[in-house]
Nanobody, 124 residues
Framework: QVQLVESGGGLVQAGGSLRLSCAAS????????MGWFRQAPGKGRTFLAS????????FYADSAKGRFTISRDNAKNTGYLQMNSLKPEDTAVYYC?????????????????WGQGTQVTVSS
């Protein structure tokens, strides 16, 4: 089992930045690929970014490319999502997820463990 707890969400003006954190406990975090997803009101949960166990391989959805950066610190059992140039359409609940696999995935169903989510609201 892996327990994930997100933090760092909040209210920010358009053009601003936030850094989300995902603290992991339980199963060895360094053996898990991780991803970030978001869910806007009335919509499904969508993929944003993923990172391999080593941190050397990353993958981004088009909506995140150039603005968001995923990273991890295995020594701290923590993953991050740096979000810059935020837009009102980025408003959503953001979730981190982990899977007991070396490799990343863009699919929700590929992830075994999920955090409770953190709200990000971007005002215009």
């Amino acid at each position: 089992q892996v327990q994930l707890v997100e933090s760092g969400g909040g209210l920010v003006q358009a053009g601003g930045s936030l850094r989300l954190s995902c603290a992991a406990s339980g199963r060895t975090f360094s053996n898990c690929a991780m991803g970030w997803f978001r869910q806007a009101p009335g919509k499904g949960r969508t993929f944003l970014a993923s990172i391999s166990t080593s941190g050397r391989v990353t993958f981004y959805a088009d909506s995140a490319k150039g603005r968001f950066t995923i990273s991890r610190d295995n020594a701290k059992n923590t993953g991050y999502l740096q979000m810059n140039s935020l837009k009102p359409e980025d408003t959503a609940v953001y979730y981190c997820a982990a899977r007991a696999n070396l490799y990343t995935s863009t699919s929700n169903s590929a992830y075994n463990y999920w955090g409770q989510g953190t709200q990000v609201t971007v005002s215009s």
